[in-house]
C-alpha cells in the first residue's frame, strides 16, 4: 500500500541480526569450496561439495595420512567385490544357457511353429478363470492365425525407455520381430533381433547388438562393471524404406544468375533403429537437434532387454509386470525435489508472516 497526503505510513520492521546473519552465511556460502568444506543454503543444507583434492588438503596431516590408508584398504575391497562380479557374470551365463531350451520353445509357439498342448495351456496359478471359458477357447481355435501377433510389439511397447522411442513405421517393422535372444560372453554380452526374412523393409533375417564391458576396481569409485562401447551389424535397408533417414527438399538460388531450383537432402529422423549402431562413452554428446540416441540410453534400453525383457517378456506383453511401480521408482529424486520446494514455499510464507504478524496478506478481490 502506497502512502498518500494525510496517510501515515507504516513504520517497516527491519530485523537487523537475522539480515546480517543470512548476509554472513551467504558470504561464507560463497568461499566454502575454496577452504574444503561444503557449501551449503540457507536451510544449512548441502548445496555444493569440494572437489576430492580440495577437501583432503583441507585436512589436517594425521588425518590424510589416515584417509590413504583406508583408500589402500578400499582399493583391496574392490579387487575382492570384481572377483564376485566377474563369478556372478559367469553364473547369470550359466543359468542364462539353461533357460535356452524353454526360451527356443517361446519363440516357437509365438511364431506359430508349435501348437502347446491343452495341458501346457491349464493356467492354474490365479482364481480368474475367464481365459479358459468354452468360449474363448472356440474363438481361439477356430481362427486361422498361427502363433501369437505382435507378441514382441506389445512388449516393448509396454517398456518406457524402448515404447517412448517407437514410431509408427518402427512399429510396422516390429510386427514381424519373432524373437529376441541375449548371449553373455566374457566381457559383456550379445543381443539378438530375429526378423521374418519377408518383412518388407531390409534383408536381414537378424540384426545383432553386442555390449563390451571393462571392470575397473583399482579406482575407488568402482560399482561393478559398467559398458565402454558397443556394436552393431549393418542393416541392409531396402530401397527407400531406411527408417531413420528422411528426404527433404531445398530450394536454392543461385547468386549470379537468380535461378531457383530444388534440391533433395537426407537427414536423419526419430526412430528406434537408430539403437542399431556402433557407439562409445566417449561419444556421448549430443546437441538439440541430434536424433541418434546418447550412449547413456544405449545401455539403458541394452540392459532392460537383457535384465528384464527378454526373461520376463509374457509379462510385458500381458501386463502383469507392474510398469507403474517401475517408472515411480525412477521419479523417487524428482518426488524428493517437489517436497523441497514444498518446504521452501512454506517456510517463505512463515517470513512473510514473521514481517507482520499482527496484519495478515490482504486478498486482492475485485
Known amino acids: 500500500m502506497i502512502a498518500g497526503k494525510g496517510d501515515v505510513a507504516e513504520p517497516i520492521s527491519i530485523k537487523t541480526s537475522a539480515n546480517t546473519a543470512n548476509l554472513s552465511n551467504s558470504l561464507k556460502s560463497d568461499s566454502a569450496i575454496s577452504d574444503g568444506s561444503a557449501s551449503v543454503d540457507q536451510w544449512g ?60 520353445k517361446r519363440a516357437d509357439i509365438v511364431s506359430g511353429a508349435v501348437e502347446p498342448t491343452d495341458s501346457e495351456c491349464e493356467w492354474e496359478h490365479n482364481e480368474d478363470k475367464t481365459e479358459n471359458s468354452p468360449l474363448i477357447k472356440d474363438k481361439a481355435f477356430t481362427s486361422n492365425v498361427k502363433g501369437i501377433p505382435n507378441f514382441w510389439l506389445t512388449a516393448l511397447q509396454r517398456v518406457h525407455c524402448i515404447g517412448s522411442c517407437l514410431t509408427v513405421q518402427d512399429e510396422a517393422v516390429l510386427q514381424c520381430l519373432n524373437d529376441i535372444v541375449v548371449t553373455f560372453t566374457n566381457n559383456g554380452f550379445t543381443l539378438e533381433f530375429i526378423f521374418n526374412e519377408d518383412n518388407g523393409y531390409f534383408t536381414n533375417s537378424s540384426i545383432t547388438k553386442s555390449y563390451f564391458e571393462k571392470s575397473e576396481h583399482e579406482i575407488i569409485s568402482y560399482c561393478g562393471p559398467v559398458a565402454v562401447r558397443c556394436s552393431s551389424t549393418a542393416i541392409d535397408w531396402k530401397p527407400g524404406r531406411d527408417l531413420t533417414v528422411k528426404t527433404i527438399k531445398k530450394k536454392s538460388k543461385n547468386k549470379k544468375s537468380g535461378s531457383v531450383k530444388t534440391i533433395s537432402q537426407k537427414v536423419k529422423q526419430d526412430s528406434f533403429f537408430n539403437f542399431f549402431c556402433d557407439c562409445t562413452e566417449d561419444d556421448d554428446t549430443q546437441s538439440e537437434d541430434d536424433v541418434s540416441l546418447s550412449f547413456e540410453e544405449h545401455c539403458e534400453i541394452g540392459y ?63
Open 304 to 366: 532392460t532387454l537383457r535384465d528384464r525383457v527378454i526373461p520376463f517378456a509374457v509379462g510385458y506383453f500381458v501386463g502383469d509386470i507392474d510398469l507403474e511401480v517401475e517408472e515411480d521408482e525412477d521419479s523417487e529424486f524428482s518426488d524428493i525435489e517437489d517436497d523441497d520446494d514444498d518446504i521452501l514455499e512454506a517456510h517463505n510464507g512463515e517470513q512473510n508472516l514473521d514481517r507482520n504478524p499482527e496484519k495478515p496478506p490482504e486478498c486482492k478481490q475485485q
Open 45 to 104: 543444507r548441502i548445496k555444493e561439495r569440494p572437489p576430492p583434492e580440495i577437501f583432503l588438503a583441507s585436512l589436517p596431516a594425521h588425518e590424510r595420512r589416515r584417509v590413504n590408508a583406508l583408500r589402500n584398504l578400499q582399493i583391496s575391497c574392490n579387487s575382492i567385490q570384481a572377483q564376485f562380479d566377474n563369478e556372478l557374470h559367469q553364473l547369470t551365463a550359466r543359468y542364462c544357457q539353461l533357460r535356452v531350451p524353454l526360451m527356443e
